[in-house]
């Protein structure tokens, strides 16, 4: 078993003033990262726009941001689309460039069933020799991963976990239960981190890790510790951080706004994303401002 983290961040994605891929900044927002408690980095995820990059700029993404982190953290590619033989071909490029894991996403718009769920990630975890953690959202693909199908994916060798988004804990406590052994569920809902814990799950894919990732990481290690009263603190303090981030406006949309205001470049998200309105932005902030910040700011 590759050993990935407990506390993944899914980074942004920085573009510059004209709307390209920033890609310094991405390197300098990767290693600061990991400098505030991450273990590691989801690349080309939700949160960082995956669907408005271009091929060419995911697999630049994908080796810029390994190059600079070397071997401080593991690197997780998001390369999984809704289009089976597309995903294949960014995941053996993806291996090309030195990633060390790869996020399959549950295949949205087109909704399959659970044989072609199935055969979709049989098909892609098939076509590389790297660790592949699905990724099931059906908030936003329109289609639930159940645990039968995540139980039967969970029986090939490098598909090694799953971030689970789902909310629906029964669901989880069965995938938890009844998958092979070192089959790991990461958390997809930062506010569903210490439910998952306490069922059992390994630990969280984080946005808010961005700006808390010292105090996600205390959370983790309270709660694995048998300090569950200091680990339900934590939780507590931070949930009306997580409903900010992700209620006043769709992901990245409030994390990319946080990040600029404190003075983290990362430039606006990009079309059809846009940043939010004055109102909307000085709530997110006025929350922002109730916490410690733990990430190093770039010079």
């Not at 506390?7 to 990767?30: E, I, R, S, W």
């Not at 069965?174 to 958390?187: D, K, L, P, Q, T």
């Not at 630990?203 to 709660?223: A, K, P, W, Y």
Request: hydrophobic share 40%; net charge negative.
């Amino acid at each position: 078993m590759v050993e990935l983290g407990r506390l993944l961040t899914a980074m942004v994605t920085p573009f510059d003033d004209q709307g390209a891929v920033d890609y310094v900044q991405a390197k300098l927002l990767a290693r600061a990262l990991l400098d505030s408690g991450s273990d590691g980095l989801v690349i080309g995820g939700t949160t960082g726009e995956a669907p408005v990059l271009s091929h060419e700029e995911k697999l630049r993404l994908f080796a810029e941001v390994k190059v600079a982190v070397g071997g401080r953290g593991a690197v997780v590619a998001g390369t999984g689309t809704y289009n089976t033989a597309e995903s294949i071909e960014l995941s053996r490029e993806a291996e090309k460039a030195g990633v060390d894991a790869l996020l399959l996403t549950v295949p949205y718009y087109n909704r399959p069933g659970p044989e072609g769920l199935f055969r979709h990630f049989e098909a892609i975890a098939k076509s590389t020799s790297l660790p592949c953690i699905l990724y099931n959202i059906p908030g936003r693909t329109g289609t639930n991963m159940t645990e039968q199908t995540a139980l039967r994916l969970s029986r090939i060798p490098n598909i090694v976990g799953v971030k689970e988004a789902s909310g629906n804990f029964g669901q989880i406590a069965a995938i938890i239960e009844g998958a092979r052994e070192g089959f790991r569920v990461w958390s997809g809902n930062d506010g569903d981190t210490l439910p998952i814990l306490a069922l059992g799950g390994y630990g969280v894919i984080c946005v808010i890790s961005h700006l808390t990732g010292l105090q996600m990481r205390e959370l983790i290690e309270s709660f694995l510790e048998g300090r569950t009263e200091e680990a339900a603190r934590i939780h507590r303090r931070l949930l009306p951080l997580n409903n900010a981030l992700m209620t006043l406006a769709s992901n990245p949309i409030p994390i990319k706004y946080a990040l600029n205001q404190i003075g983290f470049r990362v430039g606006p998200p990009r079309l059809p994303l846009c940043e939010p309105d004055e109102a909307t932005g000085e709530k997110i902030m006025a929350e922002v401002r109730r916490h410690h910040i733990d990430l190093p700011l770039a010079v």
